[in-house]
């Protein structure tokens, strides 16, 4: 038996596989000096294939299928681990320490194991289908509802004028935006205002841990936020309560379908 492959059924495994991914993609940046640009496509950095080879490896070896923002699909099984190798790619060429490494496992299509890693802190979201979210191995939960008049908000794009929470940021990172939702003392919500640039890597393992966390989401134009298509694009909108995220959605000005799955 190949004693690198893992049971997708042991989470626990999965999530330690995904830790061991994290230290190598964190050693991977924390020793790049070349910011230039890949060649492969526009907006890719040396340094985003660089660390997608480092989560290649051991994803495949462990027995997944792999849907990656820069490599595209591979693999065959119906447990597939979504992956952005380097979220906040210009943050992390800039300096600025809001950049991660997302991982998520689709298990016959429903996301069961999650890890969100800050590349430059060390902080670690993780979430465990039914078994809750933590941060640095401390459990965590959302904060308390607020109204939108009163929230702190991450954003993605420029919102519009009517948009008017109490503050918002932009930060650059969606995976970490959204993670933040998930902890006490992070983000009350966030929103994409872009027109249909995000895509599943981006958000499903940040998502995946706010929904542990008690938190809610959704596709800003009703959507379901889970896909494994590649050139799929959405619009997601995470709160920390049902309300806020009807404020929110209200705000994004898409079209909603009535009994929205949150």
């Not at 099984?77 to 998520?104: F, K, M, Q, R, Y």
């Amino acid at each position: 038996m190949d004693e690198t492959r893992i049971a997708p059924a042991d989470h626990d495994a999965v999530l330690r596989l995904f830790g061991e991914i994290c230290d190598r993609t964190s050693a991977v940046l924390a020793a790049n000096d070349d910011w230039s640009m890949s060649g492969r496509r526009d907006t890719q950095y040396s340094i985003d294939v660089d660390i997608d080879d480092a989560c290649l490896g051991p994803l495949r070896a462990a027995g997944f299928s792999v849907l990656s923002e820069e490599s595209g699909a591979t693999g065959e099984s119906e447990h597939v681990v979504v992956v952005d190798p380097l979220d906040g790619s210009t943050n992390a060429a800039l300096g600025i320490p809001w950049c991660a490494t997302a991982l998520c496992l689709v298990s016959n299509g429903v996301p069961v194991v999650a890890m969100v890693a800050n590349l430059r802190t060390g902080d670690r979201f993780t979430a465990i289908s039914g078994r809750g979210a933590e941060r640095n191995g401390m459990p965590i939960s959302v904060g308390p509802p607020v109204e939108l008049s009163a929230a702190i908000v991450a954003v993605n794009a420029r919102p519009p004028e009517s948009f008017r929470p109490a503050q918002y940021r932009s930060m650059g990172a969606t995976a970490l935006d959204i993670a933040s939702v998930a902890s006490p003392d992070g983000f009350d919500g966030s929103i994409d205002f872009d027109d249909d640039k995000i895509g599943v890597w981006d958000y499903l393992a940040a998502v995946t841990i706010v929904r542990e966390a008690g938190g809610v989401a959704a596709d800003a134009h009703g959507r379901e936020l889970i896909t494994l298509d590649h050139a799929a694009r959405r619009r997601p909108v995470t709160a920390t309560s049902p309300e806020l995220l009807d404020e929110l959605l209200d705000s994004a000005e898409g079209p909603r379908r009535s009994g929205l799955e949150r």
